[in-house]
């Protein structure tokens, strides 16, 4: 079975300070996603991971897979009040499509 | 981005009566359509996995005669929640997916049974 850890679960940050987010997954996967989802909202799609050393950046958003250590992270450069959000990681088995996601990382950036 | 819809958004209904949920890819043809759950402050969990034509696979502990999962063309695919109960309540997610490197995810209906 796939599992996905995510850490931490809950993130209070200053804003314009940087933190990370991990996601450690459990079996080999050449697929990682990072999704955005607001309160009472949908899946926001973020990043698609798909090769060992892939990173890939957007705004003040950063995420690398390292498919060998099972570890992915997303980085929060210089955070701003509008990326408080619940972020998911989620990840794709070899054998199939279904996404296992992690328990989400509730993020609040407050001035 | 491709563009996936739910209907309804949200809808309310008594205990014991049924509700169908539609999910419909607009700009493209979702050979495979998912059905996620979400509880509050939950992450999603996999309810099945259908493919055009074909019956769902449903995840472990996923009642499939409760959960009707109908994916009749390659836009469209129904989850009917039978005879539901209060612990039904949730956000329920569709995403359809043309590839293996991409699911596309509707915008999510929210269930009350009161």
């Known amino acids: 079975e796939l599992k996905v850890e995510q850490n931490p679960l809950f993130l209070s940050m200053q804003e314009g300070k940087n933190y990370t987010i991990y996601c450690n997954y459990s079996?080999?996967?050449?697929?990682l996603y990072w999704y955005r989802q607001d309160p009472g909202k949908s899946l926001e799609s973020l990043f698609v991971?798909?090769?060992?050393?892939a990173v890939k950046q957007e705004g003040r958003l950063m995420a690398s897979l390292d498919t060998k250590a099972r570890l992915s992270t997303l980085h929060i450069t210089a955070a701003v009040h509008d990326l408080s959000a619940t972020y998911f990681c989620?990840?794709?088995?070899?054998?199939?499509?279904?996404?296992?996601f992690g328990k989400g990382t509730s993020l609040l950036v407050t001035p | 981005g491709a563009v996936v819809s739910q209907h309804p958004s949200w809808v309310i209904c008594k205990s014991g009566t049924s509700v169908k949920i539609e999910c419909r890819s607009l700009?493209?043809?979702?050979?495979?359509m998912f059905w996620y759950r979400q509880f509050p402050k939950q992450s999603l969990m996999l309810m099945a996995t259908?493919?055009?034509?074909?019956?769902?696979?449903?995840e472990q502990g996923v009642e499939k005669d409760k959960f009707l999962i109908n994916h009749a063309s390659l836009t469209l695919s129904t989850l009917t929640v039978t005879s539901a109960h209060p612990e039904d309540s949730s956000f329920y997610i569709c995403?359809?997916?043309?590839?293996?490197?991409?699911?596309?995810f509707g915008p999510g209906t929210r269930l009350t049974v009161t």
């Open positions: 259908s493919n055009e034509g074909s019956k769902a696979t449903y």
């Open positions: 079996t080999t996967s050449d697929r």
């Open positions: 995403s359809g997916t043309d590839s293996p490197y991409e699911q596309y």
């Open positions: 989620a990840v794709v088995s070899n054998s199939g499509y279904a996404l296992n």
């Open positions: 700009d493209f043809q979702a050979t495979t």
């Open positions: 991971l798909l090769s060992n050393g």
